[in-house]
Nanobody
Framework: EVQLQASGGGLVQAGGSLRLSCAAS????????IGWFRQVPGKEREGISC????????YYANSVKGRFTISSDNAKNTVYLQMNMLKPEDTAVYYC??????????????WGQGTLVTVSS
């Protein structure tokens, strides 16, 4: 059974940091891409970062570039999203998803449940 579990969200002040984790199981982790997405109520879910585990390529949305870093620990089947210099506009529910390749859009094969990040001003 394919499972993705996002965790690590919480409350942080603007300028602070959080590290989100996406623990994967039920598939060959090394052959998949893991993406991070976020959603604010009333707004469309947006992709913010992705890592391709087969070649290590990474991608970032302009809104988080330079502040967030995605990484993968194959031994733990876990992808991390290190979020630094957080802003109130980063407040959202963060989701991770898996598919064969990093890609635009929301039609990813597998999704985890979200973890809430709240950034206070």
């Amino acid at each position: 059974e394919v499972q993705l579990q996002a965790s690590g969200g919480g409350l942080v002040q603007a300028g602070g940091s959080l590290r989100l984790s996406c623990a994967a199981s039920g598939f060959t982790f090394d052959d998949y891409a893991i993406g991070w997405f976020r959603q604010v109520p009333g707004k469309e879910r947006e992709g913010i970062s992705c890592i391709s585990n087969n070649d290590g390529r990474t991608y970032y949305a302009n809104s988080v570039k330079g502040r967030f870093t995605i990484s993968s620990d194959n031994a733990k089947n876990t992808v991390y999203l290190q979020m630094n210099m957080l802003k109130p506009e980063d407040t959202a529910v963060y989701y991770c998803a898996a598919d064969l390749k990093c890609q635009d859009g929301l039609l990813w094969g597998y999704w985890g449940q979200g973890t809430l990040v709240t950034v206070s001003s």
